[in-house]
């Protein structure tokens, strides 16, 4: 099991940019995947990107063009730019492997774009 440590959310304004860590206690590499997630309250989590242990990368069409995942192995952990913010894009935001470990959930961390 890794424990999965989300930061750098914010209150930004709209068109802004912010980047999000997810600092894993353990070796990320074993992971095939690592993915970033939000959620709104009321609403379900939802995917919105992921990156292979290759370098590939997915994204949900809401975010693509503007989002860009990374991953560092050597430092266990994954990064999320954030670009062109959108009011849409307010959620909290948390790093998991995929397909997600349920067991492996954090804190994750606050995205709050203003209009």
């Known amino acids: 099991q890794v424990r999965l440590v989300e930061s750098g959310g914010g209150l930004v304004q709209a068109g802004e940019s912010l980047r999000l860590s997810c600092a894993a206690s353990?070796?990320?590499?074993?992971?095939?995947?690592m993915g970033w997630y939000r959620q709104v309250p009321g609403k379900l989590r939802e995917f919105v990107a992921r990156i292979s242990d290759s370098g590939s990368t997915n994204y949900a069409d809401s975010v693509k063009g503007r989002f860009t995942i990374s991953r560092d192995n050597a430092k266990n952990m994954v990064y999320l730019q954030m670009n062109s913010l959108k009011t849409e894009d307010t959620a909290v935001y948390y790093c998991?492997?995929?397909?997600?470990?349920?067991?492996?959930w954090g804190q994750g961390t606050q995205v709050t774009v203003s209009s």
């Open positions: 353990g070796s990320i590499s074993r992971y095939i995947f």
């Open positions: 998991n492997v995929w397909p997600i470990r349920g067991d492996y």
